[in-house]
DNA sequence: ATGAAAGCGCTAACAC
DNA sequence: GTGTTAGCGCTTTCAT
């Protein structure tokens, strides 16, 4: 097969504007030392030829290959576009990141990583030599993973993690998990719920430890007991029914249930709708997803919405600066989440 | 700031097996001329090493650059996006697409471009020098854009388009949307309807055309008048809202209604709901997209499943065959969107 | 069947 | 300020 050449290369816009290469190279970077009528001379080539560098060449010679990874659990994510209930966390990357990648020449690739594999060293080794990413955005679990975040850094790509504090310095993002879980109690606790259970993430995400800590600060604040209302969860379906149950099947059953994902509101709402309980008459619900089953529902249902978007682009925008600061970024960014008051928050009925 | 350089190359595998760079070039690529003991002392090495190959370097000098782009429309993608109700084609093409790439070494990376821009063309062409791609996945209405297709075609990029025919030879991918129209209305009439209306696609759209004829070719078949039955739409809420309109609005009422969409569909539900219709009691609703919102609504909606996943795969099957075959591929391939039956279809009222 | 050499497009380092 | 040189990691071509 014929070597496939490029058509316009930094040669023809050298040429055509009669500088040096590296005249060139300098004003697509902008860099200094080019006198303004160069610039203009060569932008104006440029425009001219219909010139676009290319990636590849960039990242073989120089230090950028103007691409940045977004890691995934692969497991979870797949099972999510199979299912195809809504789930759009990837595409609000896509829709936040994408963009600010393109202002800067970037681009936002997906990639997706076991989680629980062995040989995740491998498979992201792998990833790292194939494409040589810039930096790599991290999710949960993967953002709070040592030897992936060990790993990165030793390659010297930039990382900015989503959802984990712990893991040493670098770029760090929250929505604030533990404030969105006291405004979901405290939203319940105003309308006059005293025992508001909580179903609790997966204990591997550090956000789940989070959200408990601003639902049990919010019940304290209040003077309401939190014994035995929290109840732990995998962030599946079936892991939230068994939640639910117990949350609603004892002597002294909740009044109100804090989920947190749309997996684990949803079975809340399967078995309310076992057990004869309407929402929100006699059961409240916050769902910690906003995700489109949750918003167009019956009932639609008060739920925290995390700004997945605007993180996304800030965290594309925090690895572009880093790469031209000499020294290396650590600092925590909160994009806070909010809470969406719906229908399926209202009194308790004895309240 | 510092040259970054490949941890593992290929002259450090070529040093460890004791071979010249060559031969491991040959082991990676797959291509003959290696005695099989060399071909193993050389796999020994790569796996020892942990080697993998970057996609840069492989793009430089060679042909391929294992990254195949998927094309969308800007516009309709980003608001899709940011409305967040559910709407997954993009989620589907990377379930299909990055799992089929991956099976290759190839990458799938997601690219947007403006439909009605005058320069389309620049903007592809900013794309295609940047990334290199071996290939474009063409969607909808990219993929019956003549000029798009011409361009790739000159840069030798192969192309497999996913919703048109027209346009030339190349690789061509439909869901038999005729078919698919045909089913939904021999649904209704199987179930006694007679008067039921089309809510056509945009017809920018080549396949807007095939689904009105699939229509029109069963109501035909079966002795129905089809006359004034087919509305038009752009595919948004509001045209669908006024495509219901007309056909509920006049003194022979639909009893059925097929949405070329689900944007026209939840419209059609709409209007039902202010005119006091109920579905399917005194209308029953076909969609056209198997959406969140249509499989989870109340009712949930009859509707044709279009299996973008499948068809992505094969298009990024079909492009990395095309790689490696000398001859250009001409050829059609369908994979059949099929009806799903729910609860938005019934016998009419007085049938 | 295997190896050596040239070069892809670009940038870092250094000269002027 | 601007140009020159060397080389990134790999594949192609050509020689052996």
Redesign the interface.
Known sequence: ????K???TIKHVAADAGVSLQTVSRVINKEPNVRPVMRERVQASIEKL????????Q?????R??LIMALNDRERT?A???K???T?W???M??GG??KCAEH?Y?L??E?IDTHSDHIE?EL??AI????PDGVILTPPHSQNQRVIELLRK??ISVARIGSLDGGPGLRFTMDDERAARLASEHLLQLGHRRIGFIAGSPEYELSAWRIDGWRAAMRAAGCADAGLCEESDFSFESGRRAARALLGGRQPTTAIIASNDQTALAVMDVAREMELSIPDDLSLVSFD????V????PALTAIAQPI?EVTAQAVAAIIED?KTQSELDRTVVVPAGLIPRQSTAPPRNG
Chains 1, 2 share one sequence.
């Open positions: 097969m014929a070597r496939r490029q058509s316009v219909g010139y676009v560098p290319s990636i590849a060449a990242r073989m010679s120089g230090s290959s103007y797949i999510d576009w199979r195809r209930e809504g759009d990837v595409d609000q896509l829709l994408m963009l020449g681009r690739i997906v997706l491998r080794l792998g030599a194939a494409l040589q390659h010297q906003d995700t489109p089953l918003r167009f529902g019956d978007a790469r």
